[in-house]
């Protein structure tokens, strides 16, 4: 039993995006070697690649959320647009964190708005948020006018400055977080092998990713630090990862997406929490939004246009079901990683933009195959 469990754990629909994850960058740090480029494995671009995909990511886990419940958003990164306009806009009259709050609040609203019509008038959420990514982009070349903004004002510059710039040190941090990892993991599998339950899935996991935060730690040193929006976006993931693993609102969630029906009939308020889906998505987007204007300072009509297909691909990546009731926000964070890392390899190898359209469109759908054969088989009796 227990070597059919590790055989489980470790089987390509289960543990998929981070075996590719991690061939990716063994081959992209040949690949740099031999061509003579600059060291993939450089401190400096690692961390560099956790940067630019921390905004994604923390929209991706967001999007994991609402795909769980059964829903969908497509209008992620035009609300992730609008809430950069009104940071940007409003914060040299009213201070950044002002204008960040309202920028919060105004994405909040789109969300309820969102819901509200998917639950209560029952359209299609595929449908509504495609209106609603049009509708908000168009509000967005109102606001702006069709120009860009800038932040002229050195105070909210500042301000904005010390939200998201700079780099923080995480050695010892990530000690912590490994060291707890690995113990708490190890204790949850000894208590379940004592009563001889079924292992979950996340124990092994969360062991392993405990243990390579630890290697991480140690191969970067005291000098290892990462920018602020990495920060943000681990302690968000890491929150939302606990809420759906360890709390009734978690399981309440799979639920809802998983057979709403039975779900209804056991008491839980499917309709609440589809509508929390949306408004925790927009919300985020929001947020991410507000890191995207501090980040210059500025921000343009067309900014982060198209960026909720890379959303849901790295959802996708991660093996969220797009019919509901079965993700993972951690396999999200990865998937969006995998994302940046092929972003970065192809830089670094002076790839042009066309074949890396192609590549990653390529493994999106590898992805997606490699889940929904892996579903198939899952649910076949052995001859």
Known sequence: M????????????????????????????????????????????????????????????????????????????????????????????????????????????????????????????????????????????????????????????????????????????????????????????????????????????????GIFICVIATLGGPTLAVAKPVIYTGIYTAVIWAIMTFTTTGRRIYATGGNPVAARLSGVNVNAYKMAGFILSSATAGFAGILFGARLGAVNPTALQGAELTVIAAAILGGTSLFGGAGSVVKTLVGALLLFTLTNGFNILNLGANYQGVIEGTVVVAAAAIYTVGGRNKGKKPA
């Not at 923390?58 to 769980?68: D, F, K, R």
């Not at 708490?184 to 990713?209: H, L």
């Open 2 to 209: 227990l070597q059919s469990d590790w055989k489980r754990y470790f089987s390509l629909r289960e543990a998929g995006v981070y075996y590719a994850l991690v061939l990716l960058m063994i081959i992209l740090g040949i690949a740099t070697y031999m061509a003579g480029r600059p060291s993939y494995f450089s401190a400096i671009n690692l961390t560099n690649i956790l940067y630019q995909s921390s905004m994604i990511a923390m929209m991706g886990v967001a999007m994991t959320v609402i795909l769980i419940t059964g829903n969908f958003d497509l209008s992620v990164a035009s609300v992730a647009a609008l809430g950069a306009v009104i940071t940007v806009g409003l914060a040299g009259p009213y201070g950044f964190w002002v204008a960040a709050l309202i920028a919060l609040l105004a994405c909040g609203a789109v969300g309820v708005l969102n819901g509200s019509i998917v639950q209560f008038l029952g359209i299609n959420a595929f449908i509504v948020t495609l209106g609603t990514l049009t509708a908000i982009r168009g509000l967005v070349l109102i606001l702006t006018n069709g120009r860009s903004l800038l932040v002229s004002t050195p105070e909210a510059r500042a301000q904005m400055a010390a939200f998201e710039g700079g780099k923080v040190p995480i050695q010892w941090a990530l000690y912590a977080i490994g060291i707890a990892m690995i113990l708490w993991f190890v204790i949850r599998f000894v208590r379940t092998r004592g009563t001889g339950q079924e292992i979950s899935v996340g124990i092994p996991w969360g062991i392993a990713v």
